[in-house]
């Protein structure tokens, strides 16, 4: 618990510098957090910091980019293994 507070925090405090790395964590955490019972650490402690519809936009956006490159390192005929963003 205190691990995943600790990384809103720092989602938080970084603003508009967010990486699709940290919303990707934040977005496991979150999967971790939701079979559990933990509503009120959640509403109090990461909720106020992290809004998940946002980390959900820059992932998404992260990964088209990605896919994009990769269809295009193809179509080149020089496959990558990873993405650079």
Known sequence: MLRVTRKAR???KKGVNRTAYD???ML???GWLTPTD???MYKTR???YVSFRHLRQIVGNAQRKENKFK???VACGTEMKT???
């Open 10 to 12: 720092r989602i938080r």
């Open 23 to 25: 919303c990707r964590q």
């Open 28 to 30: 496991s955490y979150k």
């Open 38 to 40: 933990t509503y009120k």
């Open 46 to 48: 990461i909720k106020p």
């Open 71 to 73: 269809r295009e390192a």
């Open 83 to 85: 993405a650079v963003i």
